[in-house]
C-alpha cells in the first residue's frame, strides 16, 4: 500500500492516460470503423475482418491491461488506504469496466469471430448496437477517470 500511496500521482496520470486513449480508440471504432465493415466488399471482406482483429487487438492490448491494473492500485487506495474521496470513481469507473469487459467477451469478440466467416448485415448491426453501449460505458471510464485526477488534485491542495 506504502508503494500506491508513494506513486499516487502517477498512478492516477497513467490510468487517466491509458483510459483517455481507449475512449478515444472506441469512439473511432464505433464512428468511423465499424459502420465501414458494410462497405468493403464481398471478396475482400474475411481478410478485412482478419486485419482488422489482428491490429485492433495489437493496439489496444497494452493501454486496456494498463488501464485495468491502475484501476486496481486506485480501489485499493480507495478502499484500503487512506484515499476514501476515491471511492465513488473507482467504483463508478470498475462498473462501467465491468460492462466493457462483459460486453467485449460476451458480445464483441464471439461476434468478430463469426463475420471473420463473411460480411453479414444483421450481425454486423448488432455489433453497432452493442458496441454503443460499450462506447457508452468507455467514456463513463473516461469521466471517472477525470473525476479520480481532479478528486486527488482538490484532496491534496486541501491539505
Known sequence: MKVLTHNLRTLIVVHAAATMFMV???????YVHYPLFAHVGESTYASFQAEHVERIGKLLFV??????ITLLGILALAFLGDRKALRVPAVVNGAAMAVVLVISG???AP?????????DKSLHDQLMTVNLIRTLAWTVCGVCAVWIVLSTWVADHTN
Open 24 to 30: 478515444g480508440l472506441i469512439w473511432t471504432i464505433h
Open 63 to 68: 493501454p486496456w491491461l494498463t488501464e485495468g
Open 106 to 108: 460476451f458480445w464483441s
Open 111 to 119: 461476434t468478430h469471430a463469426k463475420l471473420a466467416d463473411g460480411f
